[in-house]
Each structure stands twice: as C-alpha cells, then as structure tokens.
C-alpha cells in the first residue's frame, strides 16, 4: 500500500528564514513519482514538482529545492529566504501512474 | 483562461437530496481526477477516467456517489442522498497521460445540512 506522512502538522518561521519541509513515502512500486503541492488561503492547489523513482537529482527552482532519496524513501522540501507569500499548505503526493496518495499536509506560516 | 475549471464553488444542500457538480477539465487533457478533501487533510482519491473510460475507483467511492465523463470531455459527480459526512471540498484534476501532472481545480464546496 502507498502511504505519504508528513510527520510536521505545522510550522512558523520569520521571514528570510529557510525552513525544511519533510516527507517520507512507503510504496512496493519500483516505478513511481513524487510531487509537491501548494494550498494558498484561495485554496486552489497549485503544482510544484514532479519526480520519477528513478531520477534521483536533486532540483533548485529559485528560492525551493528538493532533496530525493531513495535509501530513506525521502522527498524533502526546502524554501531558502522565506517570504510572507510562501505562506500555505504545502502537500507532498506519491503516485503509482494512476491514483495519487496525499499526505496530511503542512501549514507553514512566514511572519514578517 | 485554460485552467482546470468547476462549477459550482459551492453548494448547500440538506441531508437526503441529490448534489451534482461539473468539471471541465484542460482541453488536451486526456485523464480526469476526482478527489475529495475535508478540514486538515490532504485530497483523498476517489476516481480517475482516460477518456470517457473510468479506469479506477476508490473504496470511498460508496454506492451513493457516481462519476460519468461522456464522449471524454467534461464530467460530473453525483452524490444521492446526501448525508452530512459528505461535507467537503470536492476537487477535480487533470493531466495528460504520459506527463502524470494532476492540475487542480478551485474545488466545489458542499455543505450537507
């Protein structure tokens, strides 16, 4: 069975601060994609990433960055110099091709 | 505007009356998602078509709920008999097959009263 936790419920920082964001996956699958997912107060969930099982690299978009891996069935997110607007849910999903498991979710609050 | 679209944002309804909400999803997408979100939680899958085929189905996916997608366009999600457990966001998400990218919607809220 696939299972994404996302062990913090919530988290505050200041802005500039750069805050990590955890995710851990359980999947028999040997094929696979990991995603993260933006849930502003508007409440539109708004894609961020994708990665397959078998790219490994790790991605800088701007201020975010992923770290992948594979022998901790890891996907952590990290946000560099945090702003107020990064303020959201952000959601970690795994996927077998077909359905999509979500995690619980994490509220991070940036405080000016 | 392209984006994934639901109609509609929100709906009241009481307990025991049939609901039904309406995605259209991005024009050259070929799958379409339906999930389901209450308080505090992430989106739970309820089901998903390619095409006009609905390919897999969600054990939350009661008896009361049914999802149809004619002619692989848009698609709609009734619930029969409502009950107040059934007070949530709805949301609806497409992709193309190959790119595995779920795109979201705004999301029907509806309230069982």
């Known amino acids: 069975a696939q299972k994404v936790t996302q062990a913090q419920t919530e988290i505050s920082v200041v802005e500039k601060e750069d805050v990590t964001l955890d995710c851990v996956y359980e999947?028999?699958?040997?094929?696979?994609?990991l995603f993260w997912y933006k849930q502003p107060p508007s409440g539109e969930l708004v894609f961020l990433i994708r990665?397959?099982?078998?790219?490994?690299q790790n991605e800088i978009s701007g201020r975010y960055s992923w770290n992948f891996q594979k022998s901790t069935s890891s996907f952590n997110f990290t946000i560099t110099a945090s702003q107020v607007v990064d303020s959201a849910v952000y959601f970690c999903?795994?996927?077998?091709?077909?359905?999509?498991?979500f995690g619980a979710g994490t509220r991070l609050t940036v405080k000016p | 505007d392209t984006g994934v679209s639901q109609d509609p944002r929100h709906k009241i309804t009481k307990r025991g009356q049939n609901v039904t909400f309406r995605c259209d999803p991005i024009?050259?997408?070929?799958?379409l998602y339906w999930y389901r979100q209450t308080l505090g939680q992430g989106p739970e899958f309820l089901t998903y078509?390619?095409?006009?085929?609905?390919?897999?189905k969600s054990r939350l996916l009661s008896d009361r709920f049914s999802a149809e997608r004619p002619k692989g366009s848009f698609s709609t999600l009734e619930i029969q008999r409502t009950e107040q457990g059934d007070s949530a966001m709805y949301l609806c998400?497409?992709?193309?097959?190959?790119?595995?990218?779920?795109?979201f919607g705004a999301g029907t809220r509806l309230s069982v009263l």
């Open positions: 998400a497409s992709s193309r097959g190959v790119e595995n990218i779920q795109y």
């Open positions: 999947t028999r699958d040997t094929t696979y994609y």
């Open positions: 990665r397959n099982s078998f790219d490994e």
């Open positions: 999903a795994l996927s077998d091709g077909n359905d999509m498991r």
């Open positions: 024009s050259e997408h070929n799958r």
């Open positions: 078509f390619q095409n006009e085929a609905q390919l897999e």
